[in-house]
Structure formats: C-alpha cells, structure tokens
C-alpha cells in the first residue's frame, strides 16, 4: 500500500477547523484581474466609459507594481505595532513613504498611452503632474482620512491609485501570522485602510468564509458572516439586491448603524472582484440610499462631489455618479 506524504502546508489546508485569518495580495495579479473584471462589467454600465478608464488605470497599476519595492518599516516599529494590536504598515503614519509620487506619473503616462484620455481629463492629469511633494501628501492626507470636504473627487481617483500600488507591494511583503489582530472593526489590520466591499470565497482553505477587502492595499481579513462590517452588530442584518441583477451581489445593511456595504458570493460568480463590482453597481447604491442606508465608505476609484451646504457628508458618498473624473472621462456607456 502506498501512503501519501502530506506537507506543512498541505496539512493545514486539509485543517478545516482553523479559519485563515488573513489573505495578502496576489503581487502578480491583483491589478489586472481587477482590469480584467472591470472591463467585463462595462458593457451596459451606465457609467461604462469611466468603468473602461478605470480598468486602463487598473492595467497601469499593474505594470507599475512589477517595479516598486518600498521598504517595509524596521524590525522595532513592526514588533510595536504587533505588541499594540496596531496596523503593521499604516498610510496615515507621520513618516510615510514618499514612494508613491514617483508611481503617479508613471500611472499617468500609461493611461494617456492606453487612448482612455479625453481633452478635459488632461487637463486633469496635468494639474495632478504640477503637484508639488507637499501638495501630494495633503491630498493623501485628505483621502485616507476620508476629509470630504477637501478632496477633488476628479484627481482622487489617480492618488489613490499610486498609493494602492505601494502599499499593495508592502503587503505583499509580509508574512500572514504576522498581521496582528485588532479590536476595532472594520478596519484593515495590514495599514489600517477601511474596506471597500467583502466576498464570500470558494475553494481550499477559504471555502464557505468571508472576508473584507481593503481598499488600499487589498488584504484581506476574515469577518464573521451575517455580521455589519462598520459597527459589527449582529442584529438587524439584511441582503438587499436588484431584481434580474447579479445573483452573485447584495448589499448588506445595519439597523444599527444605517450603513451598508456589498458583498459578493464567489459560488455565484467566481471572477467577482470587491472594488470592481462594487464601482460597477451604482444602481444599486441608488436604491440603498432611497431605503435610508448610507454607504459605509466610498470606492476609492469614485468619490462623491460634496455640496457646499451639505450637512452629512458620509450621506452623499452613495451612488455619486456625478464624480469630477467620471465627467472629464467623457463617460458614457458606448
């Protein structure tokens, strides 16, 4: 009789008791499966020409990331964020990595090569080239920190899509076990990002369990199902989709918190991707934000113009379609 030698990680695998906690970016494909998955939901998108831009952005992210390797903070500083329950690499940290100002032209440059710039977006993407290093970080700053007021929801696309590159390839440094755990919900524990959306995977290890997708360096970290990823109530928890729609997308509202964020079933649709499908489904924020449910966060490919006199800002980071880049894209769904 022949008997099958299984290794450690085989092992582990077969282990499914032992829920794994984290799963760390795919360095090698992470951008262009979004890519890839973005173009395909463009077709009949009512904003189908800005899913198409961003799907260009998301192929320059891509390339870009096989060039960047910015350094992990030291030994000290990730055994401190450990001993703290801290994030291991955060954005908002004082002492930030400057990596991603280099990244950004490189990203503007491949999506003005890629034919997916009208004349008003140059313009955009040359304001962004003039940006002086101080003025970049204030931006970052702003976007992290989700200051609505201060962003330029046409220019916030492209940082954050410089800074998803560098702190994607940070997190792909990293071990698993090493991330630490934190108390606060429904934030990321790899560099402290809030989600975008979560998924219900399939396969392996994974199968059956879901996890939060972080909108900035796109770990992801397991939650409990049936459970709000912004207040972590258990109660009052419902699925909500559009009739015809996409079997494979909900949104999943708090009445605890009245907010809701999407979550996807692999089993329906396995090339689902958190921060594609969730950019591509606006109608389906139209409709939440009609039942009285605000959006627990925005997609950082799509941020929401914020009027003037507006007393609730996160109430306006719904199905904001209006976004100043989706405009100078010369959206449209052909």
Known sequence: MVQRILEPGQIEALDHSAIPRIRLPERATVFSARAARLRQLADSNPIGGYVRLMAALADAQQQALAHVSAPLPSAAALAEAQQHSMPLIPALAPERADTWHAVLPRLLDRVEAAGAVTPALAKVLDGLRALSAAELDAHAD?????????????????????????????????????????????????????????????????????????????????????????????????????????????????????????????????????????????????????????????????????????????????????????????????
């Open 142 to 334: 702003a976007l992290l920190a989700q200051r609505y007021s201060e962003i330029d929801p046409a220019t916030a696309p492209f940082i954050m899509a410089a800074l998803q590159v560098v702190w994607t390839d940070l997190a792909s440094q990293l071990e698993p076990r090493a991330v630490p755990y934190l108390d606060t919900p429904g934030v990321c524990p790899v560099c402290g990002g809030m989600p975008v959306a979560s998924m219900v995977r399939v396969g392996g290890q994974y199968d059956g369990y879901r996890y939060l997708q972080c909108g900035l360096c796109t770990s992801e970290w397991h939650m409990v199902r049936a459970t709000c990823s912004n207040c972590a109530s258990t109660k009052g928890i419902a699925y909500h989709g559009i009739d015809g729609g996409s079997a494979a997308l909900k949104a999943e509202s708090c009445d605890e918190c009245h907010t809701y964020r999407k979550i996807g079933y692999q089993e329906k649709d396995y090339d689902f991707e958190p921060l594609a499908d969730d950019l591509a489904s606006l109608t389906l924020d139209l409709l939440m934000n009609d039942a009285g449910f605000q959006r627990a966060g925005p997609n950082p490919l799509l941020w929401p113009e914020i009027p003037a006199d507006a007393d609730d800002v996160t109430g306006a980071t719904g199905a904001a379609g209006a976004s100043g880049a989706a405009n100078a894209s010369g959206n449209n769904s052909q």
